[in-house]
């Protein structure tokens, strides 16, 4: 059973930054897709951001040139640092684990889930 707990989330104006933290707090060395996906009151989840154990990523086209998705493969943390953040990047967002990269961009029902960490941007 993997263990995922994000944190990093608040509340920042608009063209501001945060910087997300994703804790494996168990073992994931299985998984090949890791990654970032959001969802804002009355919408679908959607993948903001994600990458494979060999440095392969792929980022939401509204996202794109603004967010950057990184890893600490020594103390197992996922991280996303995101920049000129705009109103409609509110959401909660979640840290996810699954275990192949296809189709790694679109949240699985089979993948393991943090609990979430809310990103509020006011204008």
């Known amino acids: 059973q993997v263990q995922l707990q994000e944190s990093g989330g608040g509340s920042v104006q608009a063209g501001g930054s945060l910087r997300l933290s994703c804790a494996a707090l168990t073992y994931t060395d299985n998984s090949n897709c890791m990654g970032w996906f959001r969802q804002a009151p009355g919408k679908e989840r959607e993948g903001v951001a994600v990458?494979?154990?060999?440095?392969?990523?792929a980022y939401g086209d509204s996202v794109k040139g603004r967010f950057t998705i990184s890893r600490d493969v020594v103390k197992n943390n996922l991280y996303l640092q995101m920049n000129d953040l705009r109103p409609e990047d509110t959401a909660m967002y979640y840290c996810a684990i699954a275990r192949v990269w296809p189709g790694c961009l679109n949240p699985r029902a089979d993948a393991y889930w943090g609990q979430g960490t809310q990103v509020t941007v006011s204008s």
């Open positions: 990458m494979n154990r060999y440095g392969s990523v």
